[in-house]
């Protein structure tokens, strides 16, 4: 096992270019795409096979839909420079599709070589990880999440839309974006640096007008050498107004850049990225307690944490040991619930009168296997006294149910 992985993002139906590959662009329907494994986004894939659907409110193919309808309804209302208002449909560069992609360090080649062996093991993850992002999420979103095994590792892809919201924006639902937005709106004053003012270009010569050429030989000729030697000056000096507002554009450009480094040096960091680098630590932290440490997966890698390879084997080996440690406790949680749940029928059954206390022991028709075989464990403990009390009840009567007067346990020195 080794580190967690799970990655949030949010998209719109305009194309957004990739920071790592300048090639690629993004848009919500090529995330739709290629959780669905539509063949013309899933290049990337050798062998594309069909998406495992996990839960949700919906399916894939349905939430597609919904967003393609909710989008194309949606207008907002907009005021003109003259003061006056009109509608237009939502920005296309607006976020209205979040997403959540989960990775698990099991490989697929190891999973398909082992599956009865690791299938427990990735159901019970995904279980956590879907039960972690329902406790996250507010309530009325519309969400579909797949499991895909086609790739190098196991994931899972959650894609959700914020129906509840007027323009689907999906930036309420981020973690980090949302505690960004947060303070924004909280500042009195913008934290945004203003650039300088951006010089105004030189306008260009105005082009000539052509002189009329004539009917006379001459005339035509000598009208024709006077409107290309108009035209040609004409050029140069547009060629030069040009050169001259590029040379004055580099010049503002660098100073602009010098001005903002110095501006942002001097104001520090940016009240909103801190909160969004708190916000989505705390999201990490969170996720590590309710998924990562229950499935064996650590917070942070080897790089993060600057650890050698034997002090991250180390690592990795603590984390093996809770994983189990934390199967065995939700095993006992289990096993103690069921346990419960039968004591509760024997309550209701000797209410019932299909039950009776004979000879210190309850004897009932039909009772549940999970009691008659209780262990030396704490709960089993539990249960066992519970049991002894309801025989030594049943043998005392009613009345020694009934709770104790305050003055049978007064004595000596009591007051």
Known sequence: MSYQFVHIECYSAAPRKVKEAPEQVNTAEQVFGEAMRVPRYSGHVAEPKAPIKLDGTTTLKKLEVLWTEKVQKIRETVKSAKGTSYQRRLRRDAA???????????????????????????????????????????????????????????????????????????NKLHAGKRAAAEVRASCETPSAICSLPRPIPKPLPPR????????????????????????????????????????????WKEENRTHLKAARKLRGEVPEMVAYRAAMRQFQDDYHRAVGEHCGLLRDGPRKARLSTKQHAARKAIAAQMQGAFAELDRRALDFAQKQAALRDVIAALSDGRAEISGGDIVMEDMPASLKALGDTAEDWMIRAVLDLLVRAGEAGVGALQPARDEEFDGPGMQ
Not at 111 to 121: I, T, V
Not at 133 to 157: C, N, S, Y
Not at 223 to 250: F, I, Y
């Open 96 to 170: 209205t599709l979040y997403t959540e992609i989960h990775s698990h360090p099991l490989s697929v080649e190891a999973f398909r070589r082992d599956e009865k062996c690791y299938r427990p093991q990735i159901l019970s993850w995904a279980e956590r990880v879907l039960t972690h992002f329902e406790r996250r999420m507010p309530k009325g979103i519309e969400w579909a999440a797949v499991l895909h095994l086609d790739e190098t590792h196991v994931h899972l892809h959650i894609l959700a839309i914020n129906v509840e919201d007027p323009k689907l924006d999906a």
């Open 208 to 251: 000539p007008r052509k002189r009329a050429l004539g009917k006379r030989p001459e005339t035509i000729a000598r009208n024709k050498v006077h409107n290309a030697t108009r035209l040609e000056a004409w050029r140069s000096a547009s060629r030069k107004a040009h050169a001259e507002n590029a040379q004055t554009l580099a010049e």
